[in-house]
């Protein structure tokens, strides 16, 4: 079974970075695929960011050119690089993508338990 893990949240002032990671845990070979998604208080649930197989990396309007959405198929891990933050990116970090197994099966991961950011102003 496949388990996202998110970590890396926390409080911080405005204007400062912050790195949150997505370890996958099971029978996992790569990361195909995955999304950053974040969720404030009383809001939907968003896309932050997303990278595909090829490297592709795509981002929602209101982080680009301050999040940066990268991988490390040898650990298992995605990461947002968050700079420049601001309290309107207060939320709770999730991801979520396709992981290859072991067995070479292509598997939609379930919502992990997420990370709160918090920026204070």
């Known amino acids: 079974q496949v388990q996202m893990v998110e970590s890396g949240g926390g409080l911080v002032q405005a204007g400062v970075s912050l790195r949150l990671s997505c370890a996958a845990s099971?029978?996992?070979?790569?990361?195909?695929?995955m999304g950053w998604y974040r969720q404030a208080p009383g809001k939907e649930r968003e896309l932050v960011a997303h990278i595909i197989s090829d490297g592709t990396t795509n981002y929602a309007d209101f982080v680009k050119g301050r999040f940066t959405i990268s991988r490390d198929n040898a650990k298992n891990t995605a990461y947002l690089q968050m700079n420049s933050l601001k309290p309107e990116d207060t939320a709770v970090y999730y991801c979520?993508?396709?992981?290859?197994?072991?067995?070479?099966?292509?598997?939609?991961?379930?919502w992990g338990q997420g990370t709160q950011v918090t920026v204070s102003s």
């Open positions: 979520r993508g396709v992981v290859v197994t072991t067995g070479r099966s292509y598997v939609y991961t379930n």
């Open positions: 099971g029978s996992i070979f790569s990361i195909n695929s």
